[in-house]
Every structure is written in C-alpha cells, then in structure tokens.
C-alpha cells in the first residue's frame, strides 16, 4: 500500500489506534482501526511477521474467547480459562481444519490474559 499523503509505501495494520511508525507523531488510525505501520517492517526486519488470517469471538456459557487463525496456526486468547469441550470452539476449529486442508492445527493457548491501553 502507499501513504497517501506522500505516495511512500506502507504497511496497514489491524491493531488498536496507535502508530508504529519510528520517528513518528501521532497518526489517527482509519476508521476501520487499522493503522499505518510505515518503517515498522524495515525497522525490524526478519523478527517481524505480518500475518493475514481470521479472527472469531466466541461468547457463550463455557467461553469468552477469542481466536486468531492463520494458515494452521491457531491462537485462543481468553481473560478466563478456556474450556476446550466448548461445542461451539469445537465446532468452529473443525470447520477451520477442514479450510485449511485436514492438517494438523498448531493451537496456542493464552489464559488469563489481561488487557490494558498503551
């Protein structure tokens, strides 16, 4: 993507509405909370990964969860414990599976997470 207030490349990021750019002033995000990352990937070179891929909220009696799933990799990240025998987390990492093609998901779990603003 370009910058288009001065036509250099960028990177858009979804993230909460902050600006990863070195040496940069507070840029607002879009409204559709992504933000622009330009030098991020040049700054940090190979330690960096942009990653596309789904993200899912499931909200119900046995979770409040949420997923990221990219290629066959899997993150859960919940504030609570996540209770895998959840039907509906199940039912959605099969179909998952199956868009991936039948392979194996590496699925990482993060539990208790806590949240804060930066």
């Not at 910058?3 to 002033?25: H, K, Q």
């Not at 119900?60 to 609570?80: H, P, Q, W, Y």
Request: some cysteine.
């Amino acid at each position: 993507m370009f910058d288009i207030e001065d036509g250099t490349p960028c990177t858009w990021i979804a993230s909460p509405p902050i600006c990863t750019a070195p040496n940069a002033t507070a840029t607002a995000a879009t409204p559709d909370g992504f933000i622009k990352a330009k030098g991020l990937l040049e700054k940090y070179g190979k330690s960096i990964e942009e990653m596309k891929g789904y993200r899912k909220e499931i909200h119900n009696e046995r979770n409040d969860v949420v997923l990221f799933c990219a290629g066959t990799k899997v993150i859960m990240l919940s504030e609570k414990n996540i209770d895998l025998e959840d039907l509906e987390l199940n039912e959605f990492l099969v179909t998952y599976k199956r868009q991936a093609g039948n392979e194996s998901l590496e699925i990482e779990l993060g539990q208790g997470m806590k949240t804060f603003e930066y």
